[in-house]
Every structure is written in structure tokens, then in C-alpha cells.
């Protein structure tokens, strides 16, 4: 079990750029999900993945931001025309399929919008 | 809409001291609740699960516990360590609703030697 693992730790763009941030999950979690952790405040969800599948997107997700998993492995997320408002930690966690399955978190892209 | 409250936000105590860290939830269609760990600029570490057949849960000096009916839920650390010091956060799984927790804010505890 070699954990989590979010790439890059730490990205600093300026305001319209675009960016991209990849998670490779726990190898035998199929569920796959996206949070947004501001300072001082617990994680949001943004998205879930089931397989390849993606289950449900939270209205936090405007249309500058897009999650794939294309063959149910890793999964990236991209957020265009970055605002400084994007300033966060994101978050990937995997899990096993079933409800009483935990999550297993990664350490997080820290965003940083000048 | 589920909401999840954690109080008090921060805490100081001496080391060795027994503490207990409070969790509200609104909405007791709930199947499980998280307590987690948070060491600053780190992910979330996964320390205890509740299900909501369940009423406590317990992991070496952790104890968790679940009352659905008054929609809260403790976590309690005994004889704590400086090693303790983190966030921790709870979050709860609702009914139908796939994989999504809802977090809580947080408390921040701080143990000194």
C-alpha cells in the first residue's frame, strides 16, 4: 500500500492561467474523490469517481473546472482561467467501494493564485 | 442540508491530560462518521469510522462514539501526548449520497509538554 500520491505539492500560476493536477490512487480503490480545503476550514467536496465513471459534481465546480479519470486509474483535474479565488489545498482521496469503506487521503496540490 | 459542527475550535492542554473533542450533525440520516487527523500542510489521516449501527469505536487511547439520536458524536484521547497536536476533523457520510462527507471545520488541539 504505497498511499495517495498528488502531484505536484505545491503550484504557484498567475490569475488566467490554466492548471492540472494528477492523483494516483490506493491501487484496489475503484472510488476516487476531489476536495477543496481552504486555511482554517475542513475539506469541500468537489467531485467522485466510481471507476471511470464520474457520479456526482458538487456546484462548487464551475465550468472552469473538469475531472477525468479516463481508464479508472489515476485522475486529473484541471481548473482554467485560474482566479485568485482558486487559492486552496486540493485534495484526492480513494476509497473501496461500500459506505463503511474509509477514505484515504493524499497530502494535497497547494494552489496559490497570484 | 447536512452541517457539521466541531467545537471548540482550538484547544491547549498540558500533556498527559484526558480530553474530549466535540462533533454535531444536523441531519441523523447518517451511515457513518469520520474522525480524522490533520498535521499542518499534510492530508487527512483516517483514525477512526463509526458506522451507524455502531456506538463507539475505539483505537488504542482514541475512543470514539456516535449518538445518531442527538446527532452527536466525541472523540475522546487519553493521557495525550505532544505527538497530538494536530487538527482534527469529523465528517459525516449520508444516506444515498455515494462517497460524500461532510466536514466540519475542525479543532485544532495543542498539547505542550
Known amino acids: 500500500d504505497t498511499g495517495v500520491s498528488q502531484n505536484p505539492r505545491h503550484k504557484i500560476t498567475k490569475r488566467g492561467q490554466n492548471v492540472t493536477f494528477r492523483c494516483d490512487p490506493i491501487?484496489?480503490?475503484?472510488?476516487l474523490y476531489w476536495y477543496r480545503q481552504t486555511l482554517g476550514q475542513g475539506p469541500e467536496f468537489l467531485t467522485y469517481?466510481?471507476?471511470?465513471?464520474?457520479?456526482?459534481k458538487s456546484r462548487l465546480l464551475s465550468d472552469r473546472f473538469s475531472a477525468e479519470r479516463p481508464k479508472g486509474s489515476f485522475s486529473t483535474l484541471e481548473i482554467q482561467r485560474t482566479e485568485q479565488g482558486d487559492s486552496a489545498m486540493y485534495l484526492c482521496?480513494?476509497?473501496?467501494?461500500?459506505?463503511?469503506?474509509?477514505?484515504?487521503f493524499g497530502n494535497g496540490t497547494r494552489l496559490t493564485v497570484t | 442540508k447536512q452541517e457539521v459542527t466541531q467545537i471548540p475550535a482550538a484547544l491547549s492542554v498540558p500533556e498527559g491530560e484526558n480530553l474530549v473533542l466535540n462533533c454535531s450533525f444536523t441531519d441523523s440520516a447518517i451511515y457513518n462518521l469520520q474522525w480524522f487527523r490533520q498535521d499542518p500542510g499534510k492530508g487527512l489521516t483516517s483514525l477512526l469510522l463509526?458506522?451507524?449501527?455502531?456506538r463507539e469505536q475505539t483505537s488504542g487511547r482514541l475512543n470514539a462514539s456516535l449518538d445518531k439520536s442527538s446527532g452527536r458524536s466525541t472523540l475522546y484521547i487519553a493521557a495525550s501526548q505532544p505527538g497530538d497536536s494536530a487538527t482534527y476533523l469529523c465528517?459525516?457520510?449520508?444516506?444515498?449520497?455515494?462517497?460524500?462527507?461532510?466536514f466540519g471545520q475542525g479543532t485544532e488541539l495543542s498539547v505542550k509538554p
Open positions: 491501487s484496489e480503490h475503484n472510488r
Open positions: 482521496a480513494s476509497s473501496s467501494q461500500g459506505g463503511n469503506s474509509p477514505l484515504h
Open positions: 465528517a459525516g457520510l449520508i444516506y444515498n449520497q455515494g462517497g460524500k462527507l461532510i
Open positions: 469517481f466510481q471507476n471511470e465513471a464520474q457520479l456526482e
Open positions: 463509526i458506522q451507524s449501527s455502531q
